[in-house]
């Protein structure tokens, strides 16, 4: 069997997860990887500073549903996507940043550029890992992308210490299986009595109103979404990361008179979106002080860290609630 070296393992890995293009910065250790993921076919787009490859991840992320992937040399250069994924982080978009680093063999030694990358970035991504065996490294960059793509979207780290990905191995050695596995879309529908709750309080509402974001988005769920408002019935106003999904021109859409329909509100949908300062955490005297909550959030922690109490909380996914919903609500609700 051939001989591979890391980066011609990490090249047909991407390859394999479907990448076909990604945004980089030309620098030691990567070099061979870039060599190796534009042998592999993979379109290399580079750019002036690394901090622009993770900005432009993140919006391909968006633009095309599926997950950007970024590259970086050792150092500062790795670190310079930490702006990028700490935006991928807060807006969740799924990002696969992959960083060349010093010598792992030589850590501690202060050899070029040392820094403990990984630790760094912790707290700009959703994951982070490091790279030591080749053999597992097709299962490492399997991992990456499901957790970035799976539950709440996310940026990954990976992280490739020059000595490990110039190493060779046997190419039997290597463990292929986890080599493209398909990301598991897992679509939880939310629990009867929550729906039911919301149901009762749809139809009980005099001035209801959905919030609505990104994780409509993300989970595909723009035609759901659509449905839901005409059955409904429910005006809807979006966040930044959620405009388009229904269009704005759409007959119930407003885009204008957002406080005062807040302030009067007396049922509100937070829908697939944080309650966060967007929104400016659904507390009065924004939000109307006596309203009732309902959010739909793949996310239980996000429902449990809310700054104001959701009263009706429905965890799951927002095409499969959403459908959930169309499914109990007769069709002459509006």
């Known amino acids: ?106 850590f501690g030694r202060q050899v070029f550029q040392e820094i403990d990358q990984v630790k760094a970035l912790e707290g700009c991504v959703k994951y982070a890992d490091r790279v030591h065996n080749l053999k597992r490294l097709p299962q490492q960059i399997n991992f990456a992308f499901q957790k970035a793509l799976n539950g709440k979207p996310g940026p990954a780290y990976l992280d490739f210490p020059g000595d490990v990905l110039y190493t060779s191995v046997d190419e039997a050695d290597v463990d292929w299986s986890y080599m493209g596995r398909p990301i598991v879309k897992a679509r939880p529908y ?27 988005l993300w989970s595909h769920a723009w035609d759901e979404m659509r449905q839901f408002v005409e059955r409904a019935g429910i005006p ?27 302030r009067d509100a007396d049922l509100i949908i937070i829908l697939g979106t944080r309650t966060n300062y967007v929104i400016g955490h659904a507390l009065p005297p924004r939000f109307r002080a006596e309203a009732k909550i309902a959010r739909i959030d793949i996310d239980p922690e996000e429902m449990g860290v809310s700054a104001r109490n959701i009263d009706i909380p429905l965890v799951g996914d927002c095409k499969s609630v959403l459908q959930q919903l169309l499914d109990a609500l007769p069709a002459t609700t509006a």
Do not use: W
């Open 236 to 262: 809807f106003y979006t966040t930044p990361q959620g405009r388009g999904v229904v269009p704005d021109d759409h007959p119930y859409s407003y885009l204008t008179m957002r406080n005062d329909a807040f």
């Open 1 to 106: 069997m051939a001989q591979l070296t890391g980066n011609d393992i990490l090249a047909r890995c991407l390859k394999a997860q479907g990448v076909k293009d990604m945004f980089f910065l030309m620098g030691g250790p990567m070099l061979d990887a870039e060599t190796a993921c534009i042998n592999e076919g993979i379109r290399l787009i580079d750019t002036r500073h690394e901090q622009g490859a993770a900005y432009m991840a993140q919006a391909y992320s968006r633009v095309t549903q599926g997950p950007g992937v970024c590259m970086a040399a050792s150092g500062p250069a790795t670190l310079n996507l930490g702006t990028g994924l700490a935006n991928a982080l807060i807006d969740c978009c799924p990002v696969i940043a992959l960083g060349g680093s010093s010598p792992i063999s030589q």
């Open 190 to 216: 939310a629990e009867p009595t929550a729906l039911n709750a919301l149901v009762d309080a749809i139809r009980e509402a005099q001035r209801p109103l959905i919030v609505s974001g990104g994780g409509v």
